[in-house]
T-cell receptor, first 113, second 112 residues
Framework: QQQVKQSPQSLIVQKGGISIINCAYE??????FPWYQQFPGKGPALLIA?????SEKKEGRFTISFNKSAKQFSLHIMDSQPGDSATYFC????????????FGQGTELSVKP | DSGVTQTPKHLITATGQRVTLRCSPR?????VYWYQQSLDQGLQFLIQ???????AKGNILERFSAQQFPDLHSELNLSSLELGDSALYFC???????????FGPGTRLTVL
């Protein structure tokens, strides 16, 4: 019940295209849903986050779409660039558990020039 | 740069040994989290401290322990090391348990 399932495992997108990564969860107590970007040899970097009272959040080329009834959320990267090539992790947490993050399995994104 | 520092960057040791990983949170952050990243298990939460006290525990082995000191830096102690403990260990910090977590660069532990 504490799992976060992420798909796809890997994704290849052409430069300028839209990258879409999906996540699903079961625990309705989750109240915070961040996305992290990780480059090889680096720590995960917070990209964008959303709370369940909002259906969409946009920051630059990155958008989170959130569907509370379906218990799903997704990351959309518009106008994908080769510099976006990295591993992306969705995560979820809830206040009563100290904010610990439950991570999805990760998606390796490759943007081809 | 997240503002979270971790030392050492790399650590190579032998089975049965004990190591200590160190983390300094961002200035002003009271919460410190430890995570383990491995190919087979992904990113897994280990333990959280808030202002010196243990707040939450995850899948942390009994051979592992942590503490947070009065200056808010934290140490993760790994003992009786096994080959399977080889992984990246990340520390993250946040202003409180309801705020964003910022990750350090990690310590790569290799157990031979």
């Amino acid at each position: 019940q504490q799992q976060v399932k992420q798909s796809p495992q890997s994704l290849i997108v052409q430069k300028g295209g839209i990258s879409i990564i999906n996540c699903a969860y079961e625990n309705t107590a989750f109240d915070y849903f961040p996305w992290y970007q990780q480059f090889p040899g680096k720590g995960p970097a917070l990209l964008i986050a959303i709370r369940p009272d909002v259906s969409e959040k946009k920051e630059g080329r990155f958008t989170i779409s959130f569907n509370k009834s379906a218990k799903q959320f997704s990351l959309h990267i518009m106008d994908s660039q080769p510099g976006d090539s990295a591993t992306y992790f969705c995560a979820a947490s809830w206040y009563n558990q100290g904010g610990k993050l439950i991570f999805g399995q990760g998606t390796e994104l490759s943007v081809k020039p | 740069d997240s503002g979270v520092t971790q030392t050492p960057k790399h650590l190579i040791t032998a089975t049965g040994q004990r190591v200590t990983l160190r983390c300094s949170p961002r200035s002003g952050d009271l919460s410190v989290y430890w995570y383990q990243q491995s190919l087979d298990q992904g990113l897994q939460f280990l333990i959280q401290y808030y202002n010196g006290e243990e707040r939450a525990k995850g899948n942390i082995l009994e051979r592992f322990s942590a503490q947070q000191f009065p200056d808010l830096h934290s140490e993760l102690n790994l003992s009786s090391l096994e080959l399977g403990d080889s992984a990246l260990y990340f520390c993250a910090s946040s202003a409180s348990s309801v705020h964003e977590q910022f990750f350090g660069p990690g310590t790569r532990l290799t157990v031979l």
